[in-house]
């Protein structure tokens, strides 16, 4: 009923404006090789679909294997890397054309995939198997596989290339691996359950959300000053910590607390908590845009989107999405969020646009609302330029 009741209101809307009303007042013409395009795995559904942003229309779908998860872009390649989960291998889709390019097989029950900066190493942590996968991407092979802790469930690789923090579940520790050298660097205990992890832009530290006992971990990360990696703190938060998002500048870093319906803020710089804000009903996922004005969060308890203002310290707006929403993203010209509603299997799309007449008062509008499959797990955006043209 409420997605008949949107449909109906968005018609006239879309009668009276055009839709490309919405698209291209924000997109510049980057010509006729120009492509942008989110990825959502479907867990359930064995296939990953593509949403062309030009349009916000699925473009395609595309099957992969079994009980696909974690999903990343290269940056520096037009290819994305999707974790199969049940069949404990990694899919290589080719942007250019959408298709399944390569298939690499890795160990037990992978769930996430981190790809390095310079586009040439993707690091897969392998819950199953208490280890990490790291992939040659030029290659299309693992080229090795560094023993972790138990029931490693991330592997994030700092923005200089130098680390992959590991967090282990299993054991209640941290690996932090030497990525030039392939092996374990130091291995350091923290709080219950790690999980979630976040990499400062300068790659001096790094924080891992402890969901089992309500903390954050705070660990310098050994550099050319710093001799050894270490724990710096241990930051209380609020209940079930599960997502860590950084701003832009790393001033300053947002934790999701799931069961007390709050983010923590905490100053990366003295690794202190500054403030607890109530958000929403089990908070799940957060982004932020890249003038590190605004904060996004999705409310999995209360299938709405809050729009957080970061100068002003407080929530400004609280958005209806479809059902159980948790990840989402921003587009390249941060104007319209992604997310994605994990039970009715969609994707919302929000737009940020400045009121053009005298009666739109909103800063938010919800645009459409696009079908993918079942048990829709991550997204992820790629904006390029093709190679050569497509072929007709």
């Not at 947002?254 to 710089?269: A, K, L, M, Y």
């Not at 970061?310 to 958005?319: F, K, P, Q, S």
């Amino acid at each position: 009923m409420r997605k008949l009741l949107f449909i109906a209101v968005l018609i006239p809307i879309l009668a009276g404006l055009g839709w490309w009303y919405f698209r291209e007042e924000a997109l510049p013409d980057y010509g006729p090789l120009y492509r942008e395009y989110a990825y959502v795995t479907n867990g359930k559904s064995n296939t990953v679909s593509v949403i062309d942003l030009r349009t916000f229309a699925l473009a395609k779908t595309i099957p992969v294997s079994s009980e696909p998860t974690g999903i990343a872009a290269n940056s520096k390649k037009n290819e994305i890397y999707v974790v199969n989960t049940g069949s404990n291998n990694v899919s290589v889709i080719d942007a250019e054309s959408n298709t399944v390019a390569a298939t690499i097989g890795v160990h037990g029950r992978p769930y996430f995939i981190d790809v390095a900066e310079d586009g040439k190493r993707a690091y897969v942590a392998n819950s199953g198997s208490s280890n990490v996968s790291v992939i040659d991407l030029e290659k299309r092979m693992v080229i090795g596989n560094i023993r972790a802790g138990a029931a490693p469930g991330m592997a994030r690789v700092s923005p200089d290339g130098s680390t992959v923090v590991v967090s282990n579940r299993g054991d209640n520790t941290v690996s932090l691996i030497d990525a030039k050298g392939l092996r374990v660097r130091a291995t350091l205990p923290v709080c219950q359950q790690p999980e979630d992890i976040a990499i400062l832009p300068d790659s001096s530290k790094a924080f891992v959300a402890c969901s089992g006992s309500s903390q954050v971990a705070s660990i310098a990360l050994q550099n050319g000053t710093l001799k050894s990696d270490r724990l710096m703190a241990l930051l209380d938060v609020g209940h079930t910590p599960v997502s860590l998002t950084v701003k832009p500048d790393g001033g300053e870093l947002i934790v999701c607390n799931f069961d007390s319906d709050s983010i923590s803020i905490i100053e990366t710089g003295n690794d202190e908590v500054g403030s607890s804000q109530e958000i929403g009903q089990r908070p799940s996922r957060g982004v932020v845009t890249l003038d590190n004005s605004r904060l996004y969060v999705t409310n999995f308890g209360s299938n709405s989107v809050a729009v957080y203002d970061i100068d002003m310290g407080r929530r400004i707006a609280t958005l209806t999405v479809g059902s159980r929403p948790d990840a989402l993203v921003l587009t390249p010209d941060q104007n319209y969020i992604l997310v994605l509603d994990t039970q009715s299997g969609d994707v919302t799309v929000i737009q940020k646009r400045r009121p053009r007449r005298t009666l739109e008062t909103s800063e938010y509008s919800l645009l459409t609302l696009i079908p993918v499959g079942m048990q829709p797990n991550a997204i992820v955006v790629k904006s390029f330029q093709m190679s050569k043209p497509a072929k007709k």
